[in-house]
């Protein structure tokens, strides 16, 4: 499957499922699944390393371009983009020897569809 099929599955799930939280309370299952990925990006490497995989040149970037930045061993960066994985924030795929990573679009969708502030409204 290649990267832009990943980029439009799901796109408009992703805005329809969450309401921001100002218009309708969350309910528990939403709850849970937004709380592990806020949880996941709640450590510093792990909004880093989101960071340098949206940023890359190409939208997807190799485990062997995301540990020289950081001051950790290879198997700390290994773990952290498993996290990142598992909350459903970034997708991959073995090719070769490496694995590749990218950003799921449809996972900041959701997170910014949560947080988006109701227009035309300031306190």
């Not at 439009?8 to 309910?27: F, K, N, T, Y």
């Not at 970034?90 to 799921?104: A, D, N, P, Q």
Request: aromatic residues 4%.
């Amino acid at each position: 499957m290649s990267n832009l099929e990943l980029e439009m599955l799901g796109q408009d799930d992703a805005a329809a499922c969450c309401s921001p939280m100002v218009r309708e309370p969350l309910d528990e299952e939403a709850a849970v699944d937004l709380a592990k990925m806020f949880k996941a990006l709640s450590d510093p490497v792990r909004l880093r390393l989101l960071s340098l995989i949206a940023s890359h040149k190409g939208g997807e970037a190799c485990v062997c371009d995301l540990t020289g930045p950081f001051d950790v061993s290879q198997p700390t960066i290994s773990h952290h983009l498993k996290v990142l994985r598992e909350a459903g924030l970034v997708g991959s795929e073995r090719r070769g020897t490496w694995v590749y990573y990218w950003v799921l679009p449809a996972a900041l969708a959701k997170l910014s569809a949560l947080l988006q502030a109701p227009a035309g409204e300031s306190r």
